[in-house]
Nanobody
């Protein structure tokens, strides 16, 4: 069992920046691929970013590539999502997830999920 708790979501203006954090419980954090997903009202859940167990490889959705950066600190059992140049279409509930699958873009492949944190970008 893994517990994930996101934080850092808030209201920001277009062009602003935020850093989201996801704190994980347990001693096996470094064994999981970690991902960030987002979901806006009336929309399907969307893959945002993922990072491998040791942080050596990252993947991003085309919509955020070049603007968002995922990172992890295994000593702190924490994964981060740095978001720059925010747009109105980035408004969503952002959730972190833990899994072992190679299909990092598929939300159904993750085993554990946080409660989500709201990011709202003014337009």
């Amino acid at each position: 069992q893994v517990q994930l708790v996101e934080s850092g979501g808030e209201l920001v203006q277009t062009g602003g920046s935020l850093r989201l954090s996801c704190a994980a419980s347990g001693r096996t954090f470094s064994s999981y691929v970690m991902g960030w997903f987002r979901q806006a009202p009336g929309k399907e859940r969307e893959f945002v970013a993922a990072i491998t167990q040791s942080g050596g490889r990252t993947n991003y959705a085309d919509s955020v590539k070049g603007r968002f950066t995922i990172s992890r600190d295994n000593a702190k059992n924490t994964v981060y999502l740095r978001m720059n140049s925010l747009k109105a279409e980035d408004t969503a509930v952002y959730s972190c997830a833990a899994g072992t699958t190679v299909y990092y873009w598929n939300h159904a492949s993750y085993s554990y999920w946080g409660q989500g944190t709201q990011v709202t970008v003014s337009s």
